[in-house]
């Protein structure tokens, strides 16, 4: 090779290389997810290369319940989080966390597992009955007594983390609890069918679960499309758990550490899926009005219309 044909050669090369796009750092996500399917999308997405492939790099951390990885996301600890509306409430009137996208709905997510002497909600005046403080379930409660007659006063409710629904009941501590699943089912496993039953479901006295996604704003003001990016990474997963059922069943069922055939079932109870409704923002107001009812939030109201953000969604379902 003459010196002139190697000369070329390095100036080609070095013009490829100014042509080649700059190798960009992978940002990385802070996740609170729960231990239920209802998460599957993130844990989808990371087992699959979604957040990969849109440059991220997912650290997830999962928690017990809804009111932990909430106030984990409010307090910055981490940068998103999901769960039903009425548990994020009292972090969203805080003012520093942005409702970014519905990621999944389920009119029957929640369910009441009771010992078997109780065959109605009126079975339960005067009885303990088991919550999780803080979460959803104390508005599900209020719902119910008001379906059925009974005033909340005669329902001993009593706040109890998630793992210790199922033996609570199997004792007889309490008479019944309302959590969203596979807890109710896993109550029925455990304790058996002469024993624990499913009563009600959520839809049974008009609860419709939007499952929604929040950012902390320090996040997605410093990193807005980063932000979205999330979004496209979960929109991805959404198509994969709609497209590939068994195998996404099998994600939650390794994340969730329940049976596969739990995790099929509780995996059907819900609508994987992203939007931003209407209906979402009126029954999220409903649920506000009630807790400063119960003086569960005493901040200035919440203006949904600051809160919730689409700009997000709307760039991630442009996003290929």
């Known amino acids: 090779m003459t010196q002139r044909s190697l000369m070329v050669g390095l100036i080609a090369?070095?013009?490829?290389?100014c042509l080649a796009p700059p190798v960009v750092a992978q940002d990385t996500v802070r996740i609170a997810t729960g231990v239920d399917p209802v998460y599957a999308q993130w844990w989808?997405?990371?087992e699959?290369?979604?957040f990969k492939k849109y440059n991220l790099k997912a650290d997830i951390k999962q928690f017990t319940g809804g009111p932990e990885l909430s106030d984990a996301v409010m307090a910055g600890e981490t940068d998103f989080a999901s769960s039903g509306t009425a548990t994020l409430m009292?972090?969203?009137a805080r003012g520093n966390l942005a409702v970014i996208a519905t990621i999944s709905t389920s009119p029957n997510a929640f369910?009441?597992?009771v010992r078997t002497p109780i065959n109605s909600f009126a079975d339960l005046r005067g009885k303990k009955v088991g919550s999780v403080g803080g979460?959803?379930?104390d508005y599900l409660w209020a719902l119910a007594a008001k379906k059925y007659g009974v005033p909340e006063n005669e329902l001993q409710i009593i706040s109890i983390p998630p793992p210790e629904l199922i033996p609570s009941l199997d004792r007889g501590d309490i008479q019944a609890f309302m959590v969203w699943e596979p807890w109710p089912s896993r109550a029925v496993e455990i304790s058996g069918k002469d024993k624990v039953k499913l009563l009600l479901s959520s839809g049974d006295f008009g609860y419709f679960l939007s499952f929604i996604a929040v950012v902390n704003r320090k996040f997605s003001d410093a990193k807005p499309d980063a932000t979205a990016r999330v979004l496209a990474a979960i929109r991805d997963a959404s198509e994969f758990i709609n497209t590939n059922r068994p195998e996404a069943v099998q994600i939650a069922a390794k994340w969730s550490r329940i049976k596969p055939e739990l995790a099929a079932?509780?995996?059907d109870i819900y609508k994987y899926a992203m939007s931003l409704t209407d209906a979402m923002r009126t029954a999220a107001k409903d649920e506000e009005a009630w807790m400063r009812s119960k003086g569960r939030i005493?901040?200035?109201p919440i203006d949904w219309g600051k809160t919730i953000d689409p700009k997000f969604l709307e760039k991630a379902m442009t996003m290929k």
Request: charged share 25%; proline share 4%.
């Open 90 to 92: 009292p972090r969203i």
């Open 48 to 50: 699959k290369g979604f």
């Open 111 to 113: 369910k009441m597992a």
């Open 298 to 300: 005493k901040a200035d």
């Open 135 to 137: 979460s959803t379930t």
């Open 13 to 17: 090369a070095l013009a490829l290389l």
């Open 265 to 267: 079932y509780n995996m």
């Open 44 to 46: 989808v997405a990371e």
